[in-house]
């Protein structure tokens, strides 16, 4: 390639990423702190070599367009993809990429965080300290549920839900998970764990988190029908997509006590939160921040940066996402 390739990142990356990136492309940034609004991203995305997208940005069919012909790759600065059209890339002649691995072990880490925090009413007791109020230590205050030596059922168990069982392992948990796939023996013997029928799972499960992409079959996969087998002392965990949780349905169940609490990082209609659960005190919410470490946001810019430079060099990106774009 004799001239500099383009790239244009949607959100600024850490600077490392970014820095390796100038050393053979002319870059943009769109500095924006809530993101480019859709009609500014299709004009700014004209005639570039490759862009960085986040998963707030759709990519598909009109994007692509509005790219342009030399667009080479769109390499997402995230693990899931459920923003990317795959066979509107593929349909364009366009890689895609994300991060996957990089991101496992410190997205099971918030999992893990969230259960804690929920089970043992960390963010209720925080609350609580904070509004100033006279207390003194009580054999009744603020009970929640024990965490070690109960089940933790897990639900999508691919990289991410193995990593929280191999953290579940380590408190004693039974653990049991439900998958479209029977995991291999040495992983099922790694992790300890067992695999449950999805009803089985609901009712047999003192802990339940989410690890599954988001699809038109996992959308809504956890609304009333779904609290309804819950135990009531169990707590829900999500760390996937906003929209697997019929959110208003789960606000419903955690006021009635059908379950205990839940510990949410993602929301269905990000970044807006169902008004009802943040009147809630049984549920934990933070804004998406299952891999946000300094580690991990730098080797997620990282990666991102070497699915690019493939893609120009005319090499096979490491965790390209659409194979059959060449074929
Ligand atoms: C974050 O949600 C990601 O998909 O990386
Ligand atoms: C609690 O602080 C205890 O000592 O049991």
Not at 112 to 140: D, H, N, T
């Amino acid at each position: 390639m004799s001239e500099r390739p383009n790239v244009l990142i949607t959100r600024p990356v850490m600077s490392e990423a970014e820095k390796a990136l100038r050393e053979r492309c002319d870059v943009t940034v769109h500095e924006n702190e809530f993101g480019i609004p859709r009609p500014e991203l299709l004009e700014v995305v004209a005639g570039r070599d490759a862009l960085i997208t986040m998963l707030t940005e759709k990519v598909d069919a009109e994007l692509l367009a509005a790219a342009g012909p030399q667009l080479k790759i769109v390499a997402n600065h995230a693990v899931g993809f459920d923003n990317i059209n795959l066979a509107d890339c593929t349909a364009a002649g366009v890689m895609a990429t994300n991060t996957p691995e990089v991101l496992t072990e410190t997205t099971a880490d918030t999992a893990f965080a969230l259960l804690m925090s929920a089970a043992r009413r960390v963010g209720e007791g925080e609350r609580f300290l904070r509004s100033r109020q006279k207390w003194i230590w009580g054999p009744l205050m603020m009970m929640g549920q024990d965490v070690h030596h109960k089940t933790i059922g897990i639900v999508g168990f691919g990289r991410i839900g193995q990593a929280v069982a191999r953290r579940a392992k380590g408190f004693g948990m039974k653990v049991v998970y439900h998958d479209a796939v029977q995991l291999p023996p040495e992983v099922e013997a790694e992790t300890g764990a067992e695999r449950r029928e999805m009803d089985v799972l609901l009712a047999e499960a003192d802990f339940i988190s989410i690890h599954v992409n988001l699809t038109e079959e996992t959308r809504h996969l956890f609304g009333a029908e779904a609290f309804g087998k819950m135990k009531p002392t169990a707590v829900l965990v999500n760390t996937s997509r906003g929209p697997v949780v019929d959110e208003q349905a789960l606000a419903d169940a955690l006021k009635a006590g059908e379950i205990f609490a839940a510990g949410l990082d993602v929301f269905e209609r990000e970044p807006d939160v169902t008004e009802d659960l943040l009147q809630l005190e049984n549920v934990v919410i933070i804004p998406h921040l299952g891999s946000a470490t300094v580690d991990t946001r730098l080797a997620m810019g990282m990666l991102t940066v070497e699915n690019v430079f493939a893609a120009i060099d005319g090499k096979l990106p490491p965790t390209l996402l659409n194979p059959d774009v060449f074929e």
